[in-house]
Every structure is written in structure tokens, then in C-alpha cells.
């Protein structure tokens, strides 16, 4: 489970608990670590990626039930610079100094990351930046960083803005999703599932699928294909 | 020229108060039972022992009073621990050196090669200090404390951790040295035999308080105080070297009141010795003695007569500047009539030789 | 085995951050570790707790802290900012700093014993022979307590090559500034790029290993006091 995912997870579970009365194990990690443990025989039920390619590569090794891949949400970015306020987000673009640490994921092990990354080569802020460009291990690292005020700008989930942040709109900003690949969350129905188990976790995805779970996952600020 | 000492210290439960007046020359000795301060004492005056209530002056120099105190490192002293003290990283020329460099003094350099030879160390110079002996260490230890050219020297028990051998071995070392030196010593020891041996003046500690302070001739032969009711009571005698009777192996001492002989090898005429006689070792006798074994007999006249138990009483016996203790049962003392101001005759069936 | 120019430049990073750190450490641990050892003040054991803290800590609770306290609104950080300095986090100096915090037990706890290991003897001889408190520290202190400066300062060496937790929460992993190798050979790991991770970390367990030998090699050729 995609540690950025926490939130909408746990509040489906609780619905699903009170639907069906069965009860889901969360286990919160970083992708890549989960998918080095279910190459090694772990014994999860359900994968919910923060990527597609790790699910692409469990399917392609045979490790998941035959079409059981799919999006189950779809991150957006943001760019957020909680000490200043613009009007718009070009503003804020060009204000980005030459003093600013600016933080994304680390490109290599995080899609949001990756999406920064091609942001800013878009804009052509790439190279300049590398001096000053913070890598958070992961997306919720990153956010760290902004919200502890050591990095003045920082590239975040939408998933991740807290509530109140919301009423101070102009500091952060959406960033066009024209600017970087799609980041598809995707999850997977793992082969070393247990017979019993396997029938509540097929339940338990066709509930992620559904019109009631995905307003509950478009209310923590994700979006679908 | 002398040194004031006043200390008032409490350490816990003990507490010692000193009020004397130390000689500028000669070894003074600071003898008591274990506990009784002495150590504490002797490092009060060297500046490791530090205490609010104190006044040292060594000769016009004030080294301590409730304002002023001068550190350890400051004071001219050379000082010899119980324990041999080398540094462990240094080899043992460079132990001896440690003092010297600091001293920045010419006098040391020339005095020291007269020192490592008098202590026999000169073989010694290179090795490491856990290679040597504890007696080679405690050698050492003196040397390097010299080499400094202090203007004092304090031992604490230096041959206390040393072996019965290993101190009658370094006994001469030490004497041999206090007589080239010009500089006081104070010495530390709860060993009679040492005191008797090295010391010229005597500070008697016991429990934190000074007992008695004086020559060692006189406190030893003090009636009044505990050293002379001692089992190992003794009188301590200066003579000069008069003769030596070559047939017999005696040498021919003469001192204040007369003449002893004292079997010994041959000693340098004219020299200074030490005899120790014992007073268990004194008999009395009213007429001069003819035919008896005993070599040396000396007339005396009685000073003082103190009973010690029902038993037996302690004379003290004097001739010339010379005092004797005799100690003899009660029964004899009764059946000679013996009393203060009697002119007898003291019979001394042995006396040793303290060089 | 190569390694790429972006491994070589951890490297070098973490090689520079434990020199650096280990020095300071020495400056300043000496003479606390000195005063602990010497010292007799009742609340003494106030300081010995704070420094041992490290020991016991996870590395990631200290760095939090750190992330926190550097940040403008954290107590650190803010005085930076009165100061007109530049902030610290995701900068070497801060690592250096995170550092010293992480390795200080390492440094102070072996300086504090073989100081203590002395006793107080040496000193007082050193004294009646004229050599001052400085002079003292000097020549006897320091000599003898050289295999407590060896250890600690390959411990503190050693821990800091070795820092993951603290350099994860305020190094923001920036090639060349504040990538040491514990963060870049985690990087490949989760990037599934095992042969670059297997470079580098066979390339710091060799030298770490020939830098240990070689200080206790040396150590034991000059031996202080009783072999």
C-alpha cells in the first residue's frame, strides 16, 4: 500500500468493514520495498502501487490474477510555496530564485517525482536548479520538507494538502497535468492469495471500483482517468 | 632560616591541626601511626592538599595564607611518592629530564650525572619504567625528583611498597644522598628504624595532632612521650669514628661520654656514625664491673625513673649531652635503691651501627 | 568494478563529512570529555545523559528534530535567521552539525575513560616538577591517552560513514552537497539498480576495513605504556 494513500484507505476499509463485516490489513510502505518483498513470496492479497510500473513488472513475471491490473486513482501535482502568494502560477514559476531549496520526490524511486521533474524541464528550471533541488525519499518526505519551512517551494501530491490550506488559495497551485505523464496509481490482485481470502479481496476491489469508493478517493484530491 | 608551618584540615571525620617550625636543613622526619596524618601533612606543604585554614613560609617566602597560595608547580619541590610514580609513555632518562627542563636551572644539570651515579641508575637511563624493579623505580623517582633542583625534598614512605630487601638495599642510597644534599628533607614514615637511621629532627604525629617536635636523640629518649614506653624503645647516639682494633673487628666510636666499641668492618677515621642501642639492651650496675663479657660500660647519672607496668620501669640515663633509656624490672630497681640524681654504671650488651 | 561519477561523488561527500566531523569532534569533545572525567559536580550525570542520548535515539527521532528545529520557525534556525546566516538544512554544514550530534557519545564516552584512566596521580607528580595545568595536559594527558583519541576518533569516523537516518531527514539528498553513500546505495536498492548498489557499498566496506587496520596497526607499533 502506497503510503500516500493512507488517508482514502482507511476510510474505505471502514466502509467496507460496515457493508460486508470484513475487515482489511493495512500494511503502509514504500513501493518499491513491497514489491522486492512480494518477488520474495509475501504473502499480501491486494497491491495498491504508487505507480504503474511496478504492477506492469508483477504482471509480466505472472504474480497477479489474469486482468486484475487497473488504475485505481490518479495523482495530481501541485506546487506549493506556503510562505509567499501570487496570483497565478506562472507567477509563482518565475519567482523561483536562486536562494530557494525546492523540493520534489526523488525522480527515480517516486512518479510524482518524475512528473516534477518533467515540469520543470518544461519550463526549462531542470538544470539550473540541480544545486538546489531537494530529493525526498518519497512524496510524503517531500511534503516535510515544505511544510518544516526548510524548503521554500516544493512539488506535492494534491492528495496531500491539508484542509486548511485550502482557504489560503494562493499559495499553492495546479499544476497543469499537460505538463507531465499521467501518475496511475495502479493496483493488482496477487496469485499468493488464499482461496478464502481471494473471494473478499475480489469483493474489496470491485468496492475500490465503484461509484461510492471512488467519491470517497476523489474527496481526498485525486482524480481518474 | 626555617619553615612556618600552620594547617588546620578537615577531611571528612579527620582533622589535623599543625602549628611548627621545620628546620631549613636536614632531614626532618614525620613519623606516627598509620592515619595519624602525616601524608596528608606533607602534601599540605607541597600544594596538592588544598585547605582554606593554612599559613606556610618557607624561609622569606610565604607560600601560603587565607589570601594567597602558591600552586604546586610553582614551588621548588621535589617530591617522592609511595608508589613508584614514573610516566608510564616516557623512558627513564626522559623521566628524569621532565623536572630538569622545567626547572630551567644550570645548578641541576651539573649535580645530576654526581646523582645517577650515587643512585646507580646509569644503566637504567634507556629502559622503560615497567622493566625496572620497584626499588629502581623508587631510585629513579628520586633522581628525577633532584634532577629539578628543588629547594626542598618530601618522600612519602618511599620504601613502603618496597620488599624487607629491596629497602635494606635502597637505605644507603637514601642516606648517601641526604648527606650531599644542602636542601631540607621531609620524610615521611611510620618505620622507627628508617627514622632512626635518616632523621635529625622529628615531628610526631598521632590522630591529626603534633605530639612532640625536636631531634630525634631527644624524642626518642623522651620519657614522657609514647616512642620511649615502646617495646622497641631505643636511644640514638652521635659518635665520631676513633680507631678500629683490626684483631678483634671493633671499631672505636668516642662521643660525649666516653668511648664505645661496636663490632663492625673498618670505617673512614673521623667520620660521622649513628649508634642505636636498645633499651632493653641497658642494664645497670652500681660499681663499675670487672671481669664480665660486656665490652661497653659507661658511667651515668640517673635523670628520670618512670614505671611502666607493675613489672617494669624505664630509666632515663645521662652523660654529657648523651641520654640513655634503660629499661629494668621493678624488683632490681627496688633492690639497687635506685633514684633520681644515683651515679651508676650503664652496661650495654649490644649496640648496632646506623651509618 | 567502476564506479559511476555520481557513486564516486557520494563517496567522496561521505568521506569529507566524516573527516570533517570526527575533527570537530575532537576539538570540541576534548575538553568535555576532560571535565566529565574530572569533574565532581552533582548534576554531572545530566550531561553524561544528553550526550549518551545518540546511543539509544533511532537516528530518524534526531533528524526529525533537527528538520524541525533548522527550519525558520524552529529555534535554531530562527536565531540563523536574526543572524542574517543562510539556513542549514539541505546544506553540508547542516550535516556536519547533524553529525556532530549523531557521533558525539562515540567521541566523548572513550576520551572520558581513558582520561579518567589517568587518575590522579601522573598529574600530581607532573606538578611537583614544575609543569603547569596546561603543560600538564600537554605532556602527560594527551600521550597517555592516546589510544582513547584512537578510538574515539575512529568511532565517530566510522558512525558517521555510516549515518542513514539523520542525513535522511535534513540532507534532501543533493548530489554532490549532501548524497553520502548510505543514501545513495538506498536509492538503488529501491530503484532496483543492484550492481551500482553493490559498487558502492563493496567499495566503502573495503575502505572502511583498510582504514580500521591501518589504525590499529599503528597503534600497536606504538604501544603506550605496557605492551
Known amino acids: ?225 | ?355 | 568494478m567502476i564506479l559511476s561519477d555520481q557513486n564516486f561523488t557520494a563517496l567522496f561527500v561521505t568521506l569529507k563529512l566524516a573527516s570533517i566531523s570526527t575533527i570537530v569532534l575532537l576539538i570540541l569533545g576534548t575538553p568535555l570529555a576532560w571535565w566529565l572525567a574530572r569533574s565532581q559536580w552533582r548534576f554531572k550525570y545530566i550531561i553524561e545523559a544528553i550526550i549518551a542520548l545518540p546511543l539509544i535515539l533511532p537516528p530518524t527521532v534526531l533528524g526529525f528534530y533537527l528538520l524541525i528545529s533548522l527550519g525558520p520557525n524552529g529555534p535554531l534556525g530562527g536565531l540563523l535567521k536574526m543572524l542574517g546566516a543562510a539556513p542549514l538544512a539541505f546544506t553540508f554544514t547542516g550535516l556536519v552539525i547533524g553529525s556532530v550530534f549523531y557521533s558525539m557519545p562515540f567521541v566523548v564516552q572513550p576520551l572520558q575513560t581513558a582520561f579518567s584512566g589517568i587518575g590522579q596521580r601522573p598529574l600530581e607528580v607532573a606538578a611537583t616538577l614544575g609543569a603547569s595545568r596546561l603543560d600538564r595536559f600537554v605532556t602527560i594527558v594527551l600521550p597517555m591517552a592516546r589510544p582513547g583519541f584512537i578510538t574515539a576518533s575512529v568511532l565517530g569516523f566510522a558512525h558517521t560513514l555510516g549515518e542513514f537516518g539523520v542525513v535522511l531527514m535534513i540532507g534532501g539528498n543533493i548530489p554532490g552537497t549532501t548524497q553520502v553513500v548510505s543514501i545513495a546505495i538506498y536509492d538503488h536498492v529501491e530503484a532496483l539498480e543492484y550492481s551500482q548498489a553493490h559498487g558502492l557499498a563493496g567499495t566503502l566496506l573495503i575502505l572502511s576495513f583498510m582504514l580500521l587496520m591501518i589504525v590499529y596497526g599503528a597503534n600497536r607499533r606504538y604501544a603506550v605504556g605496557q605492551p
Not at chain 1, 496511475?184 to 496469485?191: C, I, P
Not at chain 2, 634532577?147 to 635502597?170: C, F, V, W
Open chain 2, 1 to 355: 632560616m626555617s619553615i612556618d608551618v600552620r594547617f588546620n584540615i578537615q577531611r571528612g571525620d579527620f582533622n589535623l591541626v599543625v602549628d611548627t617550625v621545620i628546620p631549613n636543613k636536614g632531614v626532618t622526619a614525620i613519623f606516627g601511626p598509620s592515619g595519624s596524618g602525616k601524608t596528608t601533612l606533607l602534601r599540605a606543604i607541597s600544594g596538592l592538599e588544598q585547605c582554606e585554614d593554612g599559613y606556610l613560609k618557607v624561609g622569606e617566602t610565604v607560600w601560603q595564607d587565607n589570601s594567597w597560595f602558591v600552586p604546586t608547580y610553582k614551588r621548588k619541590i621535589g617530591y617522592v611518592f609511595q608508589e613508584p610514580s614514573l610516566f608510564t609513555h616516557l623512558n627513564v632518562q626522559n623521566n628524569i629530564n621532565y623536572g630538569m627542563t622545567r626547572a630551567k636551572c644550570r645548578n641541576s644539570v651539573s649535580k645530576l650525572p654526581h646523582t645517577i651515579e650515587l643512585l646507580q641508575i646509569s644503566h637504567l637511563l634507556q629502559r622503560m619504567p615497567w622493566q625496572l624493579s620497584g626499588g629502581e623505580q623508587q631510585r629513579v623517582a628520586i633522581a628525577r625528583a633532584l634532577a629539578a633542583d628543588p629547594t626542598m625534598l618530601l618522600l612519602d614512605e618511599p620504601l613502603a611498597a618496597l620488599g624487607d630487601e629491596q629497602k635494606a638495599a635502597i637505605l644507603p642510597f637514601l642516606e648517601s644522598v641526604y648527606k650531599t644534599l644542602a636542601i631540607p628533607v621531609l620524610y615521611v614514615s611510620h618505620s622507627r628504624e628508617e627514622v632512626a637511621c635518616l632523621a635529625d629532627h622529628l615531628l610526631l604525629l598521632d590522630h591529626g595532632r603534633l605530639h612532640a617536635a625536636g631531634t630525634v636523640k631527644d624524642i626518642f629518649t623522651d620519657i614522657d612521650l609514647p616512642l620511649a614506653h615502646q617495646t622497641g624503645a631505643e636511644s640514638i647516639i652521635e659518635a665520631t669514628v676513633a680507631g678500629y682494633n683490626t684483631h678483634f673487628g671493633l671499631v672505636q666510636l668516642e662521643f660525649s661520654g666516653g668511648t664505645f666499641s661496636v663490632a663492625s668492618a673498618s670505617l673512614p677515621a673521623h667520620s660521622n656514625v649513628r649508634i642505636q642501642v636498645l633499651a632493653r639492651d641497658v642494664s645497670i650496675t652500681l660499681e663499675r664491673q670487672k671481669n664480665t663479657s660486656i665490652l661497653n660500660i659507661i658511667a651515668v647519672t640517673i635523670d628520670r625513673i618512670e614505671p611502666e607496668t607493675n613489672a617494669q620501669m624505664i630509666l632515663r640515663l645521662v652523660t654529657g649531652n648523651t641520654v640513655l633509656l634503660s629499661r629494668i624490672s621493678c624488683k632490681s630497681a627496688y633492690d639497687l635503691d635506685l633514684k633520681k640524681g644515683d651515679k651508676v654504671y650503664a652496661q650495654i650488651k649490644s649496640a648496632s651501627l646506623l651509618i
Open chain 1, 1 to 225: 500500500m502506497a503510503s500516500n494513500f493512507a488517508a482514502p484507505i482507511k476510510a474505505i476499509t471502514k466502509v467496507f468493514k460496515e457493508k460486508t463485516g470484513h475487515k482489511v490489513i493495512l500494511a503502509f510502505g514504500s513501493t518499491g520495498k513491497h514489491y522486492a518483498q512480494i518477488t520474495h513470496g509475501a504473502p499480501f492479497d491486494i497491491f495498491l502501487a504508487a505507480d504503474k510500473e511496478r504492477p506492469l513488472l508483477l504482471e509480466r513475471s505472472g504474480l497477479i490474477v489474469d486482468n486484475s491490473r487497473f488504475t485505481y486513482a490518479r495523482g495530481s501535482l501541485i506546487l506549493w510555496a506556503p510562505e509567499r502568494s501570487f496570483e497565478s502560477l506562472d507567477a509563482a514559476i518565475r519567482n523561483i530564485s536562486s536562494n530557494d531549496f525546492v523540493a520534489i520526490a526523488n525522480p527515480k524511486l517516486s512518479p510524482y517525482g518524475l512528473a516534477a521533474k518533467q515540469v520543470l524541464q518544461e519550463v526549462g528550471l531542470w538544470l539550473p536548479l540541480q544545486a538546489k533541488l531537494v530529493r525526498g525519499e518519497n512524496i510524503a518526505q517531500t511534503f516535510q520538507f515544505v511544510s518544516t519551512g526548510n524548503a521554500n517551494v516544493g512539488f506535492i501530491a494534491g492528495s496531500q494538502l491539508p484542509e486548511n490550506l485550502l482557504r489560503q488559495a494562493n499559495t499553492f497551485w495546479s499544476l497543469p497535468p499537460s505538463l507531465y505523464s499521467p501518475i496511475d496509481q495502479q493496483a493488482v490482485l496477487l496469485k499468493t492469495s488464499k482461496l478464502k481470502a481471494l473471494k473478499v479481496a475480489q469483493e474489496f476491489l470491485t468496492f475500490l471500483k465503484s461509484t461510492e469508493g471512488k467519491k470517497i478517493i476523489q474527496k481526498h484530491g485525486y482524480r481518474f482517468p
